[in-house]
């Protein structure tokens, strides 16, 4: 046999040895199991409480629950993903595709693999790996992940993984997901620096220091002033004396090229927000006056309109609809007590409709549902009691609240079905026991899952 046939012959046959003992290895390590309870635990490995989280992917609709419980509302099923070794407290998660068929599970001792919703089998990577972070592509086929400073990359039915690039602590995936920024965080930086890629490419480009801000609404993060393709980006000029905007255009290079300065009168709190379409931007702007006004522009930087309502209100935080047709923005009214301040208002990219939201709100928690006829809005703490969430009807004109008792409750974050027809929300209001390990000491609150349908104004519990 000639030593070339022999090598490749070595290497299949190894090749085959280590799936076959991964296999094995995952075996092992995986299992999913039907469970009959919820519980939501305070006190290990937390600071202090906090929220369950809970993403809605389909169809089929599954709810996945604190990062390793799957829920499927239609069939009233709950699975719970669990280390075949019975430690159940192991790190481990999961993290489900778009098209709620696949799924990737890790292990905290560096076992990770892909499986399937109908089967629950659970096919390993070849290498030992996990991830940290993690993300599907809307094929529901590649997934992309971080690793101990690198992002990666693994294709369900193939069982290993690439490696795309070093000294990543995060990233974010275009929406055309042709590109990715990579994060870098060092310990001797003040700020994290971003970088612009091209997937396929092992090059990258650095993005303005400092001049990148995301935020989190749905199920990943996204950046605010960044059109969602990365073509396009809002910087706000740095410095005491400076004023007005540099919009740039993101050449196929991924540099940054033909910039133009915009509200050069103006300062901002830099919270411009790029439309889903990035036909538009929107961002809230004080004039040397310090008069806060809202603004719409088109991507190429000409201003729609340029309005205030009322001279003493501070406008922020602008939030499109999912059809880039409505902008909801919050606004400071200091005429009210100080917790009705935070108000809101929806208005056309035009200015010229306009709905006042009648109920205080927190900035931080208004969430669009996917056909942008309701939103989510959470109601701000007062005391001891915990702000509850509203839902308001664009078109009608009406605001119900989820929970209609007067229960204080603490919940999860509400999440829209992907029709938007319905909307999931966790209570872990009820306390369920209390259990001590030496010096620590663990709470457990039971869970229930509720779907509120705005149409109807229903509320079921599910679980």
């Not at 069939?75 to 489900?96: C, I, M, R, S, T």
């Not at 501070?314 to 059809?323: G, H, T």
Request: a positive charge.
């Amino acid at each position: 046999m000639k030593r070339g046939k022999w090598r490749r012959g070595a290497f299949i046959f190894l090749s085959v040895l280590l799936f076959f003992h991964g296999a094995a290895q995952a075996k092992d390590f995986f299992k999913v199991q039907k469970v009959t309870q919820l519980q939501y635990l305070i006190g290990r490995e937390h600071d202090g409480p906090a929220k369950p989280t809970v993403s809605w992917t389909g169809p089929p609709d599954i709810l996945l629950i604190d990062g390793r419980t799957l829920f499927f509302p239609r069939k009233n099923k709950l699975f719970q993903v669990y280390p075949a070794d019975g430690q159940e407290a192991a790190p481990l998660k999961v993290a489900l595709a778009p098209n709620g068929i696949r799924f990737a599970c890790s292990s905290g001792d560096g076992l990770m693999g892909m499986g399937s919703i109908d089967s629950f089998e659970v096919s390993p990577l070849r290498e030992r790996t996990w991830f940290d972070k993690a993300e599907w592509a809307k094929d529901s086929r590649t997934l992309y992940f971080t690793r101990s400073g690198g992002l990666f990359r693994a294709r369900f039915g193939e069982g290993y993984s690439d490696k795309l690039f070093d000294g990543v602590t995060d990233f974010f995936l275009s929406s055309d997901e042709k590109r990715v920024v990579l994060k870098s965080s060092r310990a001797e930086e003040k700020e994290p620096l971003y970088y612009l890629a091209t997937l396929g490419s092992s090059s990258k480009e650095p993005l303005p220091r400092g001049g990148l801000f995301t935020e989190r609404r749905g199920q990943y993060p996204f950046f605010r002033n960044m059109s969602g393709d990365f073509r396009r980006v809002l910087i706000e000029k740095r410095g005491a004396q400076q004023k007005g905007f540099i919009l740039y255009r993101i050449d196929w290079k991924n540099l940054l090229s033909e910039s133009r300065t915009i509200l050069e009168d103006s300062r901002g709190a830099m919270d411009a927000a790029f439309s889903p379409d990035g036909s538009k931007i929107a961002l809230t702007c004080r004039d040397g006056a310090g008069a806060s006004s809202m603004v719409v522009l088109t991507s190429l930087g000409d201003i729609l309109v340029r309005f205030s309502l009322k001279k003493d209100w501070v406008y922020q935080n602008p939030l499109w609809s999912p059809r880039s047709d409505r902008i909801l923005w919050n606004y400071i009214d200091t005429d009210k007590p100080e917790d009705e301040r935070s108000r809101s208002l929806i208005s056309d990219v035009k200015g010229v409709s306009i709905s006042f939201l009648p109920v205080a709100v927190n900035p931080s928690e208004a969430y669009w549902s996917p056909r942008g006829d309701a939103i989510i809005l959470k109601q701000p703490d007062r005391s001891s009691r915990v702000g509850s969430y509203v839902v308001y009807d664009i078109h009608r004109k009406k605001l119900k609240e989820l929970f209609k008792d007067d229960k204080n409750r603490a919940t999860s974050r509400p999440v829209w079905s992907p029709e938007g027809e319905s909307i999931a929300i966790i209570d872990y209001s009820t306390f369920q026991k209390r259990e001590k390990r030496g010096d620590t000491e663990n709470v457990y609150f039971r869970e229930q899952i509720f779907l509120y349908t705005p149409s109807d104004e229903s509320l079921q519990l599910l679980w």
